[in-house]
């Protein structure tokens, strides 16, 4: 949980910067392009790739080009449908994908990690909601593409290394690099196709706020969210996934004064740490069993 609850307050400070410094202002495919490529170097040295399977290092590769890298494609194409706060809104249901995922992989279906997961949402939708367009269909299809492909991730690197801890103890320091590998070989082909050379950072702020959200943000902040992924259960990583969006609504509200709506925040998020102490408790009383 440390590693969660670390990466959360990381995150919640990367949303602001985005959307203080980069967005509008620079491509948005450069941007994740030059974020994914600095954290892929950030990893490379620690790679042995004499040590490590040609089948792990696919996987990891798959992983992160879905996790990272799809899930960029679909949120980015989703702006240019939806509101920010619709596209907000609608990226509260990962959690339920997460559940619903692993209780795919497991043919069974947990009840306990479905419940926390729903109240976990509903504390997300309290905070985000501010009413939805009619014309929201395909942006919702969108984010929910996005959403998918962040869960899909999360859920099969925590498999993955499950598996592999048993076998031989894989050090994911020195196998993640495969995972930015992966991510960022989807990042050159958008950026190909959809990025703009027009639109390139003009100031040293912004580029040290790229390189800051590429190797710390991203390097560091996926790594350690992985990791943490394998030393929780599936519910608590589906509510540490909505966690976030109140994290990210404090930081803004008090570094850069923007509006937010105090009561609705605190009611939200109270529901979301409900749903997390709920999810332990149910854990416990189930080991217990």
Not at 115 to 143: C, E, H, K, Q, S
Not at 221 to 247: D, E, R
Request: some cysteine; glycine content about 8%; proline content about 2%.
């Amino acid at each position: 949980m440390p590693y969660l609850i670390s990466v959360t307050v990381l995150w919640a400070f990367s949303f602001s910067l985005i959307g203080v410094y980069l967005a509008g202002q620079v491509d948005a495919w450069f941007s994740v392009l030059i974020r994914i490529g600095l954290a892929m170097l950030v990893f490379l040295p620690f790679l042995k790739l004499k040590e490590i399977p040609k089948s792990i290092a696919l996987k990891l590769m798959g992983i992160g080009a879905v996790q990272l890298g799809l899930m960029y494609v679909f949120y980015y194409q989703s702006f240019l449908y939806l509101s920010v706060p619709e596209v907000l809104l609608f990226t509260v249901m990962t959690p339920i994908y997460i559940t619903l995922l692993n209780d795919a992989f497991e043919r069974k279906f947990h009840l306990n990690f479905m419940l926390t997961a729903l109240l976990a949402t509903l504390g997300a939708v309290a905070i985000r909601y501010n009413g939805i367009n009619t014309n929201f269909i395909l942006g919702f299809v969108l984010v929910q593409g996005a959403n998918f492909c962040f869960a899909t991730g999360q859920v099969c690197y925590k498999r993955l290394m499950a598996v592999q801890s048993k076998k031989q103890g894989l050090d994911q320091k020195a196998t993640f690099g495969w995972f930015f590998i992966g991510a960022f070989c989807v990042a050159t082909i958008c950026y190909v196709i959809f990025g703009d050379i027009t639109k390139l950072p003009t100031t040293n702020l912004q580029w040290g706020v790229l390189v800051y959200l590429g190797t710390v943000a991203s390097g560091l902040g996926y790594f350690a969210w992985n990791k943490g992924a394998t030393l929780v259960n599936v519910g608590a990583l589906a509510i540490m996934n909505n966690l976030l969006i109140p994290m990210g609504i404090i930081v803004n509200l008090m570094i850069w004064n923007r509006d937010a709506d105090v009561m609705r925040l605190m009611f939200g998020g109270l529901l979301i740490v409900m749903s997390l102490v709920l999810n332990q408790w149910l854990e416990k009383r189930r080991k217990a069993v």
